[in-house]
């Protein structure tokens, strides 16, 4: 995938234009003074909004994400917040154990202002017992009382899978599991991974909502082509590895 980092989609607020007669001399150093605090891009922002009429949109209409693999700051939330509206946060690693930081993000996230708040799961097939590592996050869910809407199933990476047939047994155990412990269910994916995973003829996860990932820098579904039996996603991925408020996240849409 393309992995170019951009800076993500921000919220302006419109403000009163106020007409202020200074002179080119004082007018030079407060530019200067505010070089010195903000940071270039910021400044270049700022500049264009003042003296070229530039109007900074959030961009294609819908609903903006963001999902994440570390814990952040309560402050990074509550600045993520202002640009985006649901996150997607990991549960469990590609390891076979529980992402301890989960139930301490998700929390941060909801009291953020966020206003859907999932989990993903980065299952381990070469550990084996599916059932058995759904039932683990399942405990650690119970435990900390955690309060989430959706789990998606992270079905990624080649390299931490078997034969196709492995994987459909595994993926099929995953999701047996999943579905009995009451979990509303998703998948994340894309076409490469998913074929490479499976096999181009495998189906059986099309009857759950699908996350794919595509990382062109574009809010939409327009790029999309069925694969794995689906012919509608739920939600894009359409950047990965960017940083926002001081953050690594990657950055997701829905309409």
């Known amino acids: 995938y393309d992995r170019d980092i951009i800076i993500p989609p921000s919220t302006y607020q419109s403000s009163s234009l106020i007409t202020i007669h200074l002179s080119t001399s004082l007018?030079?150093?407060l530019l200067l003074l505010l070089m010195m605090m903000m940071s270039l891009s910021y400044y270049v922002v700022v500049l264009s909004v003042l003296f070229c009429g530039v109007t900074l949109p959030r961009g294609v209409e819908g609903t903006y994400g963001i999902d994440v693999s570390q814990a952040f700051s309560a402050s990074v939330w509550s600045c993520l917040s202002q640009s985006?509206?649901?996150?997607?946060?990991?549960?469990?690693?590609?390891?076979?154990?529980?992402?301890?930081?989960?139930?301490?993000?998700?929390?941060?996230?909801w009291n953020a202002g966020f206003s859907n708040v999932d989990l993903y799961m980065f299952p381990c097939p070469t550990c084996g017992n599916p059932a058995g590592q759904i039932d683990s996050l399942v405990t650690y869910i119970n435990n900390n009382n955690c309060s989430f809407g959706m789990l998606w199933l992270d079905i990624e990476g080649t390299q931490y899978w078997m034969d196709a047939g492995s994987n459909q047994n595994f993926f099929n155990g995953l999701v047996s599991e999943a579905?009995?412990?009451?979990?509303k269910l998703g998948v994340y994916s894309s076409a490469s991974q998913w074929n490479?995973?499976?096999?181009?003829?495998?189906?059986?996860g099309s009857a759950l909502p699908l996350w794919y990932a595509h990382y062109d820098n574009n809010p939409s579904f327009d790029?999309?082509?069925?694969?794995?039996?689906?012919?509608?996603?739920?939600?894009?991925q359409y950047?990965?590895?960017?940083?926002?408020c001081g953050a690594g996240i990657d950055q997701d849409w829905y309409p």
């Not at 950047?239 to 926002?244: K, L």
């Open 196 to 204: 490479g995973i499976f096999g181009s003829d495998f189906t059986g």
């Open 239 to 244: 950047n990965g590895d960017a940083s926002a």
């Open 84 to 109: 985006y509206d649901f996150a997607i946060v990991r549960c469990f690693q590609s390891n076979g154990v529980v992402d301890q930081n989960c139930n301490y993000t998700v929390n941060s996230a």
């Open 27 to 29: 007018l030079l150093l």
């Open 223 to 236: 790029d999309f082509s069925s694969f794995g039996g689906w012919s509608t996603p739920a939600i894009k």
């Open 179 to 183: 579905q009995s412990a009451g979990f």
